[in-house]
């Protein structure tokens, strides 16, 4: 089945660095992936929607300057949290779904971020 | 803003059926209904998805109500595995999702 490869699984940083987030569609190709954030016992927090080629969608309140993505192909979504600071610890994830109308959302398996 | 609603949490015993509701009263006719589960520290997993008619695969069955303003994941005999958030998602045409707080679904021996 299809599967979404997220990278790296785990990330320890000082705070003041950027890290970046990577997200690859293995076996498809996905115009549009979608970032969350999650903090421990919360629900899934949608951050934005990526497109590729083209400037991604924030939800209100993700700051954008902050939390910069990138989507320059068709199979790769980059999530580059900058300058971060202890309050940016925190699960993220991304999802892919295939070109089509009835497809379903693929799932990374999560990037725990910490920033000391 | 539009969401879906769910029971912040359901308990129920193994082997039993468990019918987990969500509301989604803001559905659009080309709105699809989804329903993902996630583990601890893992990415959410595919469980089954619909648009008006009922559906059934090997891991459940979604009973989708006649207005599609609500809708049931039905798992009819739960296992200590089954362990896990549910979340309910409408996916708007490509870009757009729709989902809320989730329900976190215990499951007794």
């Known amino acids: 089945g299809a599967v979404v490869s997220q990278h790296p699984s785990w990330v320890i940083c000082k705070s003041g660095t950027s890290v970046k987030i990577e997200c690859r569609s293995l076996?498809?190709?996905?115009?549009?992936m979608f970032w969350y954030r999650q903090f421990p016992k919360q629900s899934l927090m949608l951050m934005a929607t990526?497109?590729?080629?083209?400037?991604?969608?924030?939800e209100q309140g993700v700051e954008k300057d902050k939390f910069l993505i990138n989507h320059a192909s068709l199979t790769l979504s980059t999530l580059t949290v900058t300058s971060a600071h202890p309050e940016d610890s925190s699960f993220y994830i991304c999802?892919?779904?295939?070109?089509?109308?009835?497809?379903?959302?693929?799932f990374g398996s999560g990037t725990q971020l910490s920033v000391l | 803003d539009a969401k879906t609603t769910q029971p912040n949490s359901m308990e129920s015993n193994e082997e039993e059926p468990v019918h987990l509701p969500c509301n989604h009263s803001t559905i659009s006719g080309t709105d699809y209904i989804h329903w993902y589960r996630q583990l601890p520290s893992q990415g959410p997993e595919y469980v089954i998805h619909g648009l008006t008619s009922n559906v059934n695969n090997r891991m459940a069955s979604l009973a989708i109500a006649e207005d599609r303003k609500s809708s049931t994941l039905i798992l009819h005999r739960a296992t200590l595995r089954d362990a896990a958030v549910y979340y309910c998602?409408?996916?708007?045409?490509?870009?757009?999702?729709?989902f809320g707080q989730g329900t976190r679904l215990t499951i007794n021996p």
């Open positions: 990526s497109n590729e080629g083209s400037k991604a969608t924030y």
């Open positions: 076996d498809f190709q996905a115009t549009t």
């Open positions: 999802s892919a779904r295939p070109t089509g109308k009835n497809e379903k959302l693929f």
């Open positions: 998602i409408l996916i708007q045409g490509a870009q757009k999702l729709v």
